[in-house]
């Protein structure tokens, strides 16, 4: 079965904590996405990867980093230095960048106390 | 202003009935996007379009790019249509997401 998994499903951390939140996807897609959803607001793009080993700074990249050593995986991590970071992470990826269906992930919901 | 505004934000209806969400967008695009959201968080594409009209099952998207609007209509709803409704564009090189419509079908 083709898709793109995320896990943890719920994540945890205390504040001052790095947390680096998984995507993996075995669809074979160039491009992969990261979007935090909070209530009451459109998706915002955090960073895109095009192509392996390269990603691009999204709308709201702040306090966020990225990797794209393999095709298949695309970590975040959400460092301490981002202010708000409690809220829903979607991963998605396309076969390329520009006007392609993405496919997305179920999501993980992080909450930093 | 919103550069992609949906309407409305919420929507509630009986089983069978006809469901029409809007999408208005403000600036130029290659193609429009429509999503599903189900209450467990997950994301799935409905649609994509640039012209037209599209058909799948029950649910029909249509875009007219003179008027910098689309539609998502569902025809004989189901309670299990129940979900968030997303509209995105796509400008140059990102997607723009709508804030999302509601739909709540009563059984």
């Known amino acids: 079965d083709g898709g793109i998994t995320q896990s943890p499903k719920y994540l945890f951390r205390k504040e001052g904590q790095n947390v680096t939140l998984s995507c993996e996807q075995n669809l074979n897609h160039d491009a992969m996405y990261w979007y935090r959803q909070d209530p009451g607001q459109g998706l915002r793009l955090i960073y895109y990867s095009q192509i392996v080993n390269d990603f691009q700074k999204g709308d709201i990249a702040e306090g966020y980093s990225v990797s794209r050593e393999k095709k298949e995986s695309f970590p975040l991590t959400v460092t301490s230095a981002q202010k708000n970071p409690t809220a829903f992470y979607l991963c998605?990826?396309?076969?390329?960048?520009?006007?392609?269906?993405?496919?997305f992930g179920p999501g993980t919901r992080l909450t930093v106390t | 202003k919103n550069e992609v505004e949906q309407s409305p934000q919420n929507l509630t209806a009986q089983e069978g009935e006809f469901i029409t969400i809007n999408c208005s967008y403000s600036?130029?695009?290659?193609?429009l996007h429509w999503l599903q959201q189900h209450p467990g968080g997950g994301i799935v594409s409905l649609f994509m379009?640039?012209?037209g009209k599209k058909k799948h099952g029950r649910l029909i998207a249509t875009i007219n790019i003179q008027e910098k609007h689309s539609s998502l209509h569902i025809t004989a709803s189901h309670p299990r249509d129940s979900a968030v409704y997303i509209c995105a564009v796509d400008r140059d090189d990102k997607i723009i997401f709508g804030k999302g419509t509601r739909l709540h079908i009563l059984p």
């Open positions: 998605a990826s396309s076969i390329r960048t520009y006007s392609y269906e993405q496919y």
């Open positions: 379009l640039s012209s």
């Open positions: 600036v130029g695009i290659s193609a």
